[in-house]
């Protein structure tokens, strides 16, 4: 760990959970297959959209949550979610 938050006793723990969930979702993370099949795909659509989405669901669902969700409850969920409750 590097930065203030590994010498800093008041962040150090919330650091060291956050770590540990970030391990878990790279270790379960995917190839980068999705994202050529995709990009293959839109080049291929006459008509593709102006935005798309690829990834865990995990990943890709916090923009949308983060759109209807009020503010305080977003960042309650995302908090435990990334283990900084």
């Known amino acids: 760990m590097v930065g203030g938050a590994a010498t800093n006793e008041a962040y150090r723990a919330a650091l060291e959970r956050f770590k540990v969930q970030q391990d878990k979702d790279e270790a379960g ?3 980068p297959e999705p994202v050529a099949q995709l990009v293959e795909r839109i080049l291929r659509d006459p008509s593709p959209q102006l935005r798309y989405s690829v990834g865990m669901l995990g990943q890709r669902i916090v923009i949308p949550a983060k759109q ?3 503010q305080r409850v977003f960042e309650w969920v995302l908090s435990r979610v990334l283990g900084l409750d």
């Open 68 to 70: 209807v969700l009020p």
């Open 29 to 31: 993370a995917s190839t």
